[in-house]
């Protein structure tokens, strides 16, 4: 049986890899996998993680045009909040698995939720298609390729670490050794009743 971490991984390769067909930020998302399945929603975790990783370098062009950028602004802002809201939907998903597990007396809580890591698992998964991308460059130094190889190799460590770390920690919920206690993210600055700007504080 799969683990957790090898069922997400493989999808969000998929997801960054459909988007570079295009590579185009407007592409409409084709989701493959059923809707509400666990699978929908890493596809689509990942999905909102590629997009914003190019509007992030869309935005940092030193020739953007400050109107163009300010709407991207507003996208990113979007893209943020949905990233959340989908990140805590997931959590719904971990809670609701294991809700009828009953924690040992000496169970401890974890420093982030089991969602907030699969975050983690989905931008790393980005961060190793781009820089896989600065190897395989042919127009570049032998020292630029030396430093990207080198990085890249720190990234699967990494991707490898933290999968484990997911992994155990969701055997951990599951046999009682740990508990989950998932707090919102409480984000001020889209809410009109909490940002001074948007409720008008003078």
């Not at 493959?32 to 929908?40: A, L």
């Not at 959590?91 to 924690?103: A, E, G, I, N």
């Not at 420093?111 to 931008?123: H, K, Q, Y």
Request: charged share 30%; glycine share 0%; aromatic share 10%.
């Amino acid at each position: 049986m799969k683990t957790f971490t090898e069922l997400s991984n493989p999808i969000f390769v998929q997801s960054i890899v459909d988007y570079h067909k295009t590579d185009n930020v407007d592409t409409p998302i084709q989701n493959p996998y059923p809707i509400r399945s666990i699978e929908y929603y890493l596809y689509l975790k990942n999905w909102i993680d590629t997009v914003q990783w190019h509007f992030e370098d869309i935005i940092r062009d030193p020739n953007i045009n400050p109107e163009e950028a300010l709407v991207l602004k507003r996208r990113i802002d979007k893209s943020n909040q949905d990233r959340t809201d989908l990140v805590e939907l997931i959590d719904s998903y971990f809670l609701d698995k294991y809700k009828d597990v009953v924690p040992a007396e000496d169970a401890t809580i974890n420093t982030e939720s089991p969602a907030w890591a699969v975050d983690r698992l989905s931008i790393l998964a980005l961060k190793i298609y781009h820089m896989q991308q600065e190897v395989d460059r042919t127009d570049v130094s032998a020292e630029h390729h030396e430093q990207c190889s080198a990085k890249l190799k720190v990234l699967l460590e990494q991707q490898k670490d933290l999968s484990s770390a997911i992994d155990q920690l969701l055997a951990d919920i599951e046999s009682g050794k740990k508990y989950m206690k998932v707090y919102k993210q409480m984000k001020m600055y889209n809410d009109p009743n909490l940002n001074p700007v948007l409720y008008g504080k003078k």
